[in-house]
């Protein structure tokens, strides 16, 4: 990995940790705004040490995005929402001049139930890759941070494409797969898009990830369609894979505008 999409500030010494915003965070909706994948990876971190040498571990990832989110230094934390020895809740925020992003996690206790494990789709094998849409392909940003392998898929069959981090989440601080996951999933909406982003915008105001086991690695698939409503409403809904299975789904809400 090179590169991080945060840098370590002196923290503010109130219970925030404070980060700078690096280029790598930067949206393809907007020079000063960012992307929503790196805020939910930074919440997710901060989230995952605090629930270190704990037996609880995350099944769900939910990001809210409360308002534009600046390419600027920022302002973190994570606190215990609601405790628990089997299931807990716990959450983090982000904040600019006022809270724009905050990532609550449902957190349950380990136990083995290897005897009864399933999945619902077979394992999802990665192909010949094809150039990803024009929106994105000279966006810049938070696409250097990534690589995106976009895969040919029968007509009318969901898109399909593979996500892997390219940089750090925080300076060269070590990173998990959750983390690494959280890097890329937002992106289902691009990968799932069924409108022209030449006559709309489809912004999502959240992406909420279930995960019946955790990933492994740092290749991750998410085979997405997105669904459009007759009054600017949208959902696009998104099977998640890493290399060796399914690992959960995700959903977004999306925005829906003419340009």
């Not at 971190?45 to 990832?61: P, T, W």
């Not at 006022?98 to 619902?120: E, F, N």
């Not at 969901?158 to 999933?185: G, N």
């Not at 909406?189 to 740092?218: C, I, Q, S, W, Y």
Request: proline share 5%; with cysteine.
């Amino acid at each position: 990995m090179t590169g991080s999409f945060y840098r370590r500030l002196t923290d503010p010494g109130d219970g925030w940790q404070a980060f700078e915003s690096t280029d790598y965070t930067r949206s393809n909706w907007g020079p000063e705004l960012q992307h929503g994948s790196p805020p939910m990876a930074l919440l997710t971190k901060l989230i995952e040490e605090l629930a270190a040498g704990s037996n609880l571990r995350i099944g769900r990832l939910s990001l809210d995005i409360l308002g534009a989110v600046p390419v600027a230094p920022v302002r973190a934390r994570a606190w215990v929402e609601r405790p628990g020895s089997r299931v807990a809740m716990m959450s983090a925020e982000m904040r600019a001049e006022r809270v724009v992003a905050r990532v609550t996690a449902w957190l349950i206790a380990g136990s083995d139930t290897a005897d009864a494990a399933s999945d619902r789709y077979p394992p999802l094998r990665e192909g010949a890759s094809q150039p990803i849409p024009d929106l994105f392909a000279d966006a810049g940003g938070y696409f250097n941070a990534i690589h995106w392998r976009s895969q040919r898929v029968d007509d009318g069959a969901e898109a399909v494409s593979w996500f892997s981090a390219a940089a750090h989440i925080v300076d060269d601080e070590a990173t998990t797969a959750l983390q690494r996951l959280a890097a890329v999933v937002d992106c289902a909406n691009g990968v799932g898009k069924v409108l022209d982003p030449e006559e709309f915008a489809f912004m999502n105001t959240d992406t909420v990830v279930h995960l019946h086991r955790l990933p492994v690695g740092n290749d991750f698939g998410l085979r997405a369609r997105a669904s459009i409503g007759p009054d600017g409403t949208g959902v696009t809904t998104a099977e998640v894979f890493d290399t060796t299975g399914f690992i959960g789904t995700s959903a977004q809400t999306l925005l829906i505008q003419r340009r």
